[in-house]
């Protein structure tokens, strides 16, 4: 398997875990130091492992966890970093996230996830995506 295609699919696990609101498994995906950092839509930026985490206990405990897909994903690797670009597509918003990789322990673990407004595109393309885990 290549990097590639192992840094799509912890990006894959770390939306599987949001979209089943899998707190454990959100946690796990997240690296294990508190140099960590997320920026949720219309949030402050949060640092620190603590912070980060209890964003997400927040965001995955609510009843209304939002339906949405995700397209386009792009992968970026330099040494031991990856950076995944991808579009979140909601029922009426498009969001275009930044998820950036480390490697801990020989896995792919998120050190940054941001996410903010975009227009949407008029096509996204999932060409390398595809391609990749073919």
Known sequence: MTEKIKILFANDAFYLAFQNSDIGAMTNLWANRDDISCIHPGWNHLSGRDLVLTSWEEILSSKNTPNFEVRGASVNIYKNTAIVIC????????????????????????????????????????????????
Do not use: G, M
């Open 87 to 134: 579009y979140e597509v909601f029922e009426k918003i498009c969001l275009v996230a930044t998820n950036t990789f480390i490697t801990e322990n020989n896995e792919w673990r998120i050190i940054h996830h941001q996410s903010s407004a975009s227009p949407p595109p008029e096509i996204i393309d999932d060409t390398e995506a595809i391609k990749t885990l073919q």
